[in-house]
C-alpha cells in the first residue's frame, strides 16, 4: 500500500473533523474561540514555571495554580476561612495521587468567578495543600490558594494557550 492514499485519507480526516482549520496566530485563536462562545482569562507565569489563574470565590479574589494533571478544583484548608469557608464536620473522601493518599472535602459555595465571568458551580474540594504552598512561597514568593483542575477546565471545555498564557473556557458549558 501507498503511502498517498493513506496521506490522503488522513487530511480527509483531519479537514471534516476541523483540526487542520485551525488559526494561524495567537491572535487568531482568541478571535476564533471567541466566535465559538470562549472568554480569555489571563494567565501569569510564576518564576517557577506555574501558571497561576485569579479566582473569586464568595466574592473573595484569590491566586489558583492551573494544575491540569488535579482532578479536581482545591482551596487549600489553611485558607478555608479566607473565602468564608469552613470545613466539613463529616468525614471526607480518599484518592490517590502521584504524592500518594490523601483525604478531601466537598464544600457548598455561593458563587465562583473566573476571568470576570460567574461560573455556575455550586460546590469546591479542599485539601491540605501546605506542602505546595509553602514549597510555592519559598521559591516564588507568593501566597497561592489552591488548585484549579479537570472539574472546571472539562466542564468549561478549556483551552490553554502557552504562548499568550491565556486560559479560554466555553461560556455556555453544560451543568454537571
Not at 479574589?61 to 494544575?67: A, T, V, W
Not at 465562583?112 to 504552598?133: H, M
Not at 521559591?139 to 466542564?155: E, F, H, K, S
Amino acid at each position: 500500500m501507498s503511502l498517498k492514499p493513506i496521506t490522503a485519507f488522513a487530511a480527509a480526516v483531519l479537514l471534516s473533523a476541523g483540526f487542520v482549520s485551525a488559526p494561524a496566530s495567537a491572535q487568531d485563536l482568541s478571535a476564533y474561540l471567541s466566535e465559538r462562545g470562549y472568554f480569555p482569562i489571563p494567565l501569569q507565569k510564576l518564576s517557577t514555571g506555574h501558571e497561576t489563574v485569579q479566582l473569586v470565590i464568595n466574592g473573595i479574589e484569590g491566586r489558583f495554580i492551573l494544575d491540569s494533571g488535579a482532578g479536581g478544583t482545591v482551596v487549600h484548608t489553611g485558607n478555608l476561612s479566607k473565602f468564608s469557608l469552613e470545613m466539613p464536620e463529616d468525614g471526607g473522601e480518599v484518592s490517590s495521587g502521584a504524592g500518594g493518599q490523601f483525604t478531601w472535602y466537598r464544600l457548598p459555595i455561593e458563587s465562583l468567578e473566573i476571568g470576570g465571568r460567574s461560573l455556575e458551580v455550586n460546590e469546591i474540594r479542599t485539601l491540605d495543600l501546605a506542602p505546595v504552598v509553602s514549597r510555592l512561597q519559598e521559591a516564588a514568593g507568593v501566597d497561592v490558594d489552591g488548585v484549579v483542575g479537570q472539574d472546571i477546565l472539562t466542564r468549561f471545555k478549556g483551552v490553554l494557550d502557552v504562548g499568550t498564557q491565556t486560559l479560554f473556557l466555553h461560556a455556555g458549558a453544560s451543568n454537571p
